[in-house]
């Protein structure tokens, strides 16, 4: 796989929460013509704290506020717990990261997976594998929703199963919390959104253009990521003007940028809510001979390399994969023990720019960084080099 690939053609989760195309083989070519015009490094960057707010206005709390007890995980052990996976698709690194999270956390439990339903982005794959999954008849179910609306109903028969449910990112629509689900886990959209405003603020001038390329879906973690990004410009920024365009298939985004900017040639850097549709601007720049700077949401190897090679890419803020999916296995356990966990626990945005890739992969993917972008690192002489 090569580091991410998220949503395609049909309304997604999240993450989207989610991932990308290559977009890192050309960017050197765009190298230094677009400098900040102020100092940006990540600790800037770094949000105070969690800006959105959850499902139903809940307040984020950490994951250190689920709590087992010695002998809560005694009780678990013993009870061996049986845990289904329902994905919105398995081709992008959110994905795998998340089900490495669950069931390393789902490991010291004693507990096991029964199964992965990967549906592909697709409705009704994820509603007939939820089906499906419901028939095993695990003990817990954590999944997230490829659409809020045509999956609700499906989601409310896991309550009525008898199964405990974690979600992912987002709730379907008409779901309550504690009865029909027992806890969302996700990264702070709004404040991944933030990241991304403050980081391009810093590459527009006095009364400056900025272009918002938006998934057009009823998307929770999407508006957030926009609402994030609008919000803070025009808290800190009023004097730049946002021009906004939708795009439906995350595959045609770029095809959607190229036009906009061709009919927008004032916009002077890009925002867009996840790395897909960014690296779709970027082919869209190039391919018009133009240099950009972008922000975005998530990161993944090929917009970690194109920062290394001072691409258009200049910073994301980047969500907690791994950490995620063991939040929420740990919720399911606790749920499971009869503890009654926070609705929504959440994740603060981790900034991401050239400076600090090494450092925020480590912390991101837990793991050493990709060859190619330590090899990168060095031959620019650029990023946490000496990492």
């Given at each position: 796989m090569t580091r991410t690939r998220l949503l395609t053609a049909l309304p997604v989760a999240a993450c989207l929460a989610a991932l990308c195309s290559c977009s890192s083989s050309n960017s050197a070519g765009a190298a230094g013509q677009n400098a900040p015009l102020a100092k940006v490094?990540?600790?800037?960057?770094?949000?105070?704290?969690?800006?959105?707010r959850g499902p139903d206005g809940a307040e984020g709390r950490p994951a250190a506020s689920i709590v087992l007890t010695p002998g809560d995980i005694a009780k678990a052990k013993k009870a061996k717990f049986r845990v289904g996976i329902v994905m919105q698709t398995m081709n992008v690194e959110w994905s795998t990261e998340q089900i490495r999270g669950i069931t390393d956390e789902l490991r010291k439990y004693n507990a096991q997976v029964v199964g992965v339903v990967d549906p592909d982005y697709k409705v009704e794959a994820q509603v007939a594998g939820l089906q499906n999954m419901i028939q095993k008849a695990p003990d817990a179910i954590l999944s997230i929703p490829v659409d809020d609306t045509a999956t609700a109903a499906t989601y409310?028969?896991?309550?009525?199963?008898g199964i405990k449910l974690i979600l992912m990112d987002n709730v379907p629509k008409g779901l309550r919390y504690p009865t029909d689900y027992q806890a969302m886990v996700s990264?702070?959209?709004?404040?991944?959104?933030?990241?991304?405003?403050?980081?391009?603020?810093?590459?527009?001038?006095?009364?400056?253009t900025v272009g918002v390329l938006?998934?057009?879906?009823?998307?929770?973690?999407?508006?957030?990521?926009r609402a994030g990004f609008v919000d803070w410009m025009k808290a800190h920024r009023p004097d730049i003007k946002i021009k906004q365009v939708e795009f439906l298939d995350p595959?045609?985004?770029?095809?959607?940028?190229?036009?906009?900017?061709?009919?927008?040639?004032?916009?002077?850097?890009?925002?867009?809510e996840w790395e897909v549709p960014a690296t779709g601007i970027e082919s869209?720049?190039?391919?018009?001979?133009?240099?950009?700077?972008?922000?975005?949401?998530n990161i993944a190897s090929d917009v970690a390399l194109d920062m290394a090679d001072d691409g258009m890419i200049k910073a994301v803020g980047a969500q907690v994969p791994y950490d995620q999916g063991q939040a929420e296995a740990k919720a399911a356990i606790a749920s499971l023990l009869g503890k009654q966990v926070p609705q929504w626990i959440?994740?603060?945005?981790?900034?991401?720019?050239?400076?600090?890739?090494q450092s925020a992969w480590r912390q991101i993917y837990h793991g050493n960084p990709p060859a190619q972008l330590v090899q990168a690192c060095r031959k620019n002489n650029a990023c946490d080099a000496k990492h």
């Open positions: 490094d990540a600790a800037s960057l770094a949000p105070k704290g969690i800006d959105g409310k028969q896991v309550a009525r199963a990264s702070d959209n709004q404040g991944d959104g933030a990241v991304g405003a403050k980081a391009l603020a810093a590459y527009i001038p006095q009364g400056g938006h998934f057009g879906v009823d998307f929770r973690v999407t508006e957030d990521r595959a045609k985004a770029g095809d959607q940028a190229a036009d906009f900017l061709t009919a927008n040639p004032d916009v002077q850097g890009m925002f867009t869209a720049l190039r391919a018009q001979g133009r240099n950009l700077p972008i922000t975005s949401v959440a994740f603060p945005a981790v900034p991401v720019i050239r400076n600090n890739v």
